[in-house]
C-alpha cells in the first residue's frame, strides 16, 4: 500500500487550503483514513478521521469546525479542507490508512498514530502571519 500526500503550501493567515492522499495498492474502500500533523519540535498529533464509506468522521478538538475531512472511493483519494488557517496550523500534514476491522469510532482508537499500519510522507503545511 502507498500513500502520497500533496497539496501542502505557503498560505497566508486566515487562508484556505485543501492538502490530498492518493491511495495504491490495495481496496481502497476498505481503509479507514486519518490525517496527522507533526508542527516542529512537538509529536505527531491527529487531525481527523473518515470512516471506509465516508458516512462517519471525527475530528481533533483544536480544528473541529475549521478542518473537514473527506473522501473519493472512486479516485482513492482522502482529501482534508482547511480553513481559517492559523500559524499554529503550521507542520507536516500526514495521512494513515487503517485496516482495523474493530474498533470505538472514537478519539481512544482513531487518534492513535499506532492504530494506522501505513502512512504517507507528508506534505508541509505552512501559515505565514
Known amino acids: 500500500v502507498q500513500l502520497q500526500a500533496s497539496g501542502g503550501g505557503l498560505v497566508q493567515a486566515g487562508g484556505s487550503l485543501r492538502v490530498s492522499c492518493a491511495v495504491s495498492?490495495?481496496?481502497?474502500?476498505?481503509?479507514?483514513m486519518g490525517w496527522f500533523r507533526q508542527a516542529p519540535g512537538k509529536e505527531r498529533e491527529f487531525v481527523a478521521a473518515i470512516s471506509k464509506t465516508g458516512g462517519l468522521t471525527y475530528y481533533a478538538d483544536a480544528v473541529k469546525g475549521r478542518f473537514t475531512i473527506a473522501r473519493d472511493n472512486v479516485k482513492n483519494t482522502v482529501y482534508l479542507e482547511i480553513n481559517s488557517l492559523k500559524p499554529e496550523d503550521t507542520a507536516l500534514y500526514y495521512c494513515?490508512?487503517?485496516?482495523?476491522?474493530?474498533?470505538?469510532?472514537?478519539?481512544?482508537?482513531?487518534?492513535?498514530?499506532?492504530?494506522?499500519?501505513?502512512w504517507g510522507q507528508g506534505t508541509l503545511v505552512t501559515v505565514s502571519s
Open positions: 494513515a490508512a487503517s485496516l482495523q476491522t474493530s474498533y470505538t469510532w472514537s478519539g481512544s482508537d482513531l487518534g492513535s498514530p499506532e492504530w494506522y499500519a501505513y
Open positions: 495498492g490495495r481496496t481502497f474502500s476498505n481503509y479507514v
